[in-house]
């Protein structure tokens, strides 16, 4: 089927918003009634590990997966792909792979407030909706959240204070994708308090600029 390639013509086949925790949700429903098994492959935990994560999924909870190294933690998380769509829209032209109905930085409102309906769109196959790192005790806030990027404003000509000059780091590029922070112990408390309140209130906030970015992501802690 040919996909949409403008706003207009995404609107015209009644696409709807949802969030990725409702996709998540909705495709594992689907996979139950199907009587298929998204973690096929992963020996030994379908009678205790599996069920209290469908239940996680099912809740729409952010995941944090407990236990020793080699047991499975990171495999599990990296199947959690299969539940996704296996294409949504994006807005193209734009850093956060934001949705067309639900555009959150300055840069995606202006392309649709100048373009309307002919906006272009791109489509995101799950395979690229999917982060993970490791923690070291060398992460930064800059690194997984972002920091003003001076180069990038003198490049532009930005002032200090416009958003286009902020430096967005792994979680933003994350938004609508599967976030996996493995080894959580290893990082360094002041970040894991910068990850709350992404956790908390669902948006992240950047030192120094007036803007809250409302993410879309499914948190997998190991």
Same mark, same amino acid.
């Given at each position: 089927m040919k996909k949409a390639t403008t706003l207009g013509e995404l609107k015209a086949t009644g696409y709807e918003y949802k969030s990725i925790k409702d996709e998540l949700r909705s495709n594992?429903?689907?996979?139950?009634?199907?009587? $298929?098994?998204?973690?096929a492959g992963v020996v030994g935990y379908h009678e205790t590990v599996i069920p209290q994560l469908e239940?996680?999924?099912?809740?729409?909870?952010?995941?944090?997966?407990?236990?020793? *190294?080699?047991?499975?933690?990171?495999?599990?998380? *990296?199947?959690?792909?299969?539940?996704?769509? $296996?294409?949504i829209p994006a807005i193209e032209g734009t850093e956060l792979n934001e949705d067309p109905l639900q555009p959150i930085t300055k840069e995606a409102k202006r392309l649709i407030k100048e373009k309307g309906n002919d906006t272009?769109?791109?489509?995101?196959? *799950?395979? $690229?909706?999917?982060?993970?790192?490791?923690?070291?005790?060398?992460?930064?806030v800059a690194d997984l959240i972002g920091d003003l990027d001076p180069i990038k404003a003198a490049n532009l000509k930005l002032s200090f204070s416009d958003e286009g000059a902020i430096h967005y780091g792994l979680?933003?590029?994350?938004?609508?994708?599967?976030f996996v922070i493995n080894e959580l112990p290893d990082l360094q408390p002041r970040i894991q308090v910068a990850l709350f309140n992404i956790l908390q209130e669902g948006d992240i906030q950047i030192r120094g600029f007036k803007v809250r970015l409302p993410l879309d992501i499914q948190f997998v802690f190991t």
């Open positions: 594992l429903i689907r996979s139950i009634e199907a009587g $298929e098994d998204p973690f239940r996680a999924i099912l809740a729409k909870h952010n995941l944090s997966l407990l236990g020793l *190294r080699g047991q499975a933690k990171t495999t599990i998380a *990296r199947m959690m792909i299969r539940l996704l769509d $296996e294409y272009p769109i791109h489509w995101i196959h *799950r395979s $690229e909706r999917y982060t993970e790192k490791l923690a070291t005790p060398d992460v930064s979680v933003p590029h994350s938004n609508r994708g599967i």
